[in-house]
T-cell receptor, first 111, second 115 residues
Framework: DAKTTQPTSMDCAEGRAANLPCNHS???????VYWYRQIHSQGPQYIIH???NNETNEMASLIITEDRKSSTLILPHATLRDTAVYYC????????????FGTGTSLTVIP | DSGVTQTPKHLITATGQRVTLRCSPR?????VYWYQQSLDQGLQFLIQ???????AKGNILERFSAQQFPDLHSELNLSSLELGDSALYFC??????????????FGPGTRLLVL
């Protein structure tokens, strides 16, 4: 699976948009970009995923660059409950299809 | 609530002992994955089962084993426990485990402490 690079930590003011970048310069054409988050020691929570096009759901938006070498997860109005570690994962269909988690970005939402 | 359940929530045991962790996947999901999260290793994939059969292995020790039963619940068996096995163990499930766009849903985890 392609490697991802994320900032170790970020802060965001409550109510503002949180923009979390991810670099995946070695991504292949059939690899999806997934975002999960982990609040404290809870189970990772699925946020969003995409292949080429930008995606939006009730939690967040995912912007993937045209060359697919990087992406940005956008939380439009961050709340204190969004404080968590955010993982960007790229994934290719193969036997097993397991996720390989990196170190993620620790996002702190500040009141 | 992801729909994946894990028991027990917490487990404290001694070195050399054996424990069993249990996972029930979301209704309709055929694949179960086990992950280990320790402080120094992050989230590591251990093993995957699909409809009762082992599909993929990751960094799973020989002292660890798993199985998936006909009702699709899964158990992770950890034996000859060492201090370093102390970690959070997560189970995840997905519909089939064969597609790149298939989402995995994680359970709340079991926290294992080996003393």
């Amino acid at each position: 699976d392609a490697k991802t690079t994320q900032p170790t930590s970020m802060d965001c003011a409550e109510g503002r948009a949180a923009n979390l970048p991810c670099n995946h310069s070695t991504i292949s054409g059939n690899e999806y970009v997934y975002w999960y988050r982990q609040i404290h020691s809870q189970g990772p929570q699925y946020i969003i995923h995409g292949l080429k096009n930008n995606e939006t759901n009730e939690m967040a938006s995912l912007i993937i660059t045209e060359d697919r070498k990087s992406s940005t997860l956008i939380l439009p109005h961050a709340t204190l409950r969004d404080t968590a570690v955010y993982y960007c994962i790229v994934r290719v269909a193969k036997t097993g299809n397991q996720f390989y988690f990196g170190t993620g970005t620790s996002l702190t939402v500040i009141p | 609530d992801s729909g994946v359940t894990q028991t027990p929530k917490h487990l404290i045991t001694a070195t050399g002992q054996r424990v069993t962790l249990r996972c029930s996947p979301r209704s309709g999901d055929l694949s179960v994955y086990w992950y280990q999260q320790s402080l120094d290793q992050g989230l590591q994939f251990l093993i995957q089962y699909y409809n009762g059969e082992e599909r993929a292995k990751g960094n799973i020790l020989e002292r660890f084993s798993a199985q998936q039963f006909p009702d699709l619940h899964s158990e992770l068996n950890l034996s000859s426990l060492e201090l370093g096995d102390s970690a959070l163990y997560f189970c995840a499930s997905s519909v089939s485990g064969g597609a790149a766009q298939e989402t995995q849903y994680f359970g709340p985890g079991t926290r294992l402490l080996v003393l």
